[in-house]
């Protein structure tokens, strides 16, 4: 199955919002509510930010927020703040595995 | 607290067998699914498996299936990842995750 698409790299200034989109096909974003999203500074291990599409593991902040239309998943990041600089990754489930999209650079103006 | 602890760094030679740990506590160990990722230097996430330790159902991704082994033993609440004749090309760092929390990744080496 092939990788998921994001844009390599994203922008924007403090305060302002901003967001990922993480298309996949019929077969995977579309057909599940199983999409994922996670946050990855250098260095670090990825740090779930949503899963099951929208939903916030708990100690989240609320300006992370997740939804779906069609093949498409969305990440948007409100308020936006200098630690969110990182590296953004999606997934989805499709037919017993998973599949990642191949990561978004956010950087904050 | 939950968590996921993974075994520490490890440095093997081309052809040496490996296993790697993900023990999990603070929540019911058989409930989840736990999967793992590789991140090859520099590069993106890839997920290799997932393993549901209440019945050891085991799926793998095509691009890792009869590369490596995904099991787990339950009476410890802990996860294994493992390669029986290990190649430069499996460098890389190795996380295990359930749907809302990950490991904080064991970094295999491989070279002569």
């Known amino acids: 199955q092939s990788a998921l698409t994001q844009p390599a790299s994203v922008s924007g200034s403090p305060g302002q919002s901003i967001t990922i989109p993480c298309t996949g096909t019929s077969s995977d974003v579309g057909d599940y509510n199983s999409v994922s999203w996670y946050q990855q500074h250098p260095g670090k291990a990825p740090k779930v930010m949503i899963y099951d599409v929208s939903n916030r593991p708990s100690g989240v902040s609320n300006r992370f927020s997740g939804s779906k239309s069609g093949n498409t998943a969305s990440l948007t990041i409100s308020g936006l703040q200098a630690e969110d600089e990182a590296d953004y990754y999606c997934s989805s489930y499709i037919s017993s595995t998973v599949v990642f999209g191949g990561g978004t650079k956010l950087t904050v103006l | 607290e939950v968590q996921l602890v993974q075994s520490g760094a490890e440095v093997k030679k081309p052809g040496e067998s490996l296993k790697i740990s993900c023990k999990g506590s603070g929540y019911s160990f058989t409930s989840y699914w736990i999967g793992w990722v590789r991140q090859m230097p520099g590069k993106g996430l890839e997920w290799m498996g997932i393993?549901?330790?209440?019945?050891?159902?085991?799926r793998y991704s095509p691009s890792f299936q009869g590369q490596v082994t995904i099991s787990a033993d339950k009476s410890i609440s802990t996860a294994y990842l493992q390669w029986s004749s290990l190649k430069a090309s499996d460098t890389a760092m190795y996380y295990c995750?359930?749907?809302?929390?990950w490991g904080q990744g064991t970094l295999v080496t491989v070279s002569s």
């Open positions: 393993i549901y330790p209440g019945d050891s159902d085991t």
């Open positions: 995750a359930r749907q809302d929390l």
